[in-house]
């Protein structure tokens, strides 16, 4: 999993993703302390899937047990992903997957990057103003 070396877009995104699911493991539901590395950003899609890459719909965020576990048994892996999101969303992502070719210097552009430093301070914000 961490075979891929990280950028800056992956750090953005990879705070964006903890952020939006409130640093909770979508999978066991332990909360997490932000800024924790115990907490990951999940991909469905790996990575290496630049289509996907940084798509929210793509991502959730894991604790490093959990992640473990969905890459050993795939199929849970799909019922986790599927519960979170919308049939739309799933088939973005499969479409994006399946039927688009992203290279690398297509999607880490500056405008993709303030695209996700903008979702990341909108999810923060929501966290000042929120009760729990
Ligand atoms: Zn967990």
Same mark, same amino acid.
């Given at each position: 999993?961490?075979? &891929?070396?990280?950028? =800056?877009?992956?750090? /953005? ?8 699911? =409130?640093? !909770? *493991? @979508?999978? *066991?539901?332990?909360?997490? #302390?932000? =800024?924790?590395?115990?907490? @990951? *950003? ?13 798509? #929210? ?8 047990? *959990? +992640?473990?576990? /969905?890459?050993?048994? #795939?199929? $849970? +892996? /799909?019922?986790?992903? $599927? ?5 739309? $969303? !799933?088939?973005? &992502?499969? +479409?994006? +997957?399946?039927? !688009?070719?992203?290279?690398?210097? @297509? &999607? $880490?552009?500056?405008?993709?990057? @303030? =695209? ?17």
């Amino acid at each position: 999993m961490a075979s &891929i070396k990280r950028n =800056k877009f992956d750090s /953005v995104f990879s705070d964006y993703i903890r952020y939006r699911d =409130k640093w !909770t *493991c @979508q999978r *066991c539901n332990k909360k997490y #302390p932000v =800024k924790t590395r115990g907490l @990951q *950003c999940s991909h469905f899609y790996g990575r290496r899937s630049y289509a996907t890459r940084f798509e #929210p719909a793509n991502a959730m965020a894991l604790c490093y047990r *959990c +992640h473990v576990h /969905v890459a050993e048994y #795939p199929m $849970e +892996h /799909v019922d986790l992903w $599927e519960s979170k999101f919308t049939k739309e $969303e !799933t088939d973005y &992502i499969n +479409h994006l +997957h399946y039927r !688009t070719n992203v290279k690398k210097n @297509q &999607i $880490e552009t500056e405008e993709t990057y @303030q =695209k996700l430093r903008r979702m990341l301070n909108a999810e923060k914000d929501k966290g000042f103003t929120r009760v729990k």
